[in-house]
């Protein structure tokens, strides 16, 4: 949670869990998919990703395996968890590459972009 705001919740209704640490993630790199009036991708789905998914996302123009020392991003790796922009996440489902999803740590609101039964379909900690 980032101050000076309301609890987050998850697409399941209860707390937002931590995404990732290493590398830090999220859109205010505090480890969770938080989201704000200035986050303007959405940034809400937790993912663990997968090379066919980052392949996906460079095609698409958003190279996320490249490090960008002088923003402090080492590059990702397949099974780094991070926090996808919710309409990339759609993307990639609709071409048959959506990585793994943390349901405890992807905000709700990526349920504005995203449907709960998908989500569900690519869960890691559904029971």
């Not at 698409?60 to 395996?65: A, E, I, K, V, Y």
């Not at 968890?81 to 048959?96: M, V």
């Amino acid at each position: 949670m980032t101050p000076d705001r309301e609890p987050s919740l998850n697409v399941l209704g209860g707390p937002l869990d931590l995404c990732g640490t290493a590398p830090m993630t999220g859109f205010y790199r505090d480890g969770c998919c938080e989201t704000g009036p200035e986050d303007r991708g959405s940034h809400t789905v937790c993912a663990v990703v997968t090379a066919e998914f980052l392949a996906y996302s460079k095609s698409r123009g958003n190279d996320l395996t490249t490090p960008v020392p002088a923003f402090g991003f080492p590059g990702l790796r397949p099974g780094d968890r991070w926090c996808l922009c919710a309409i990339r996440w759609r993307e990639a489902l609709e071409a048959g590459v959506a990585p793994k999803v943390r349901l405890q740590a992807t905000h709700q609101r990526a349920l504005d972009v995203v449907s709960l039964p998908d989500l569900k379909r690519h869960a890691l900690d559904l029971n």
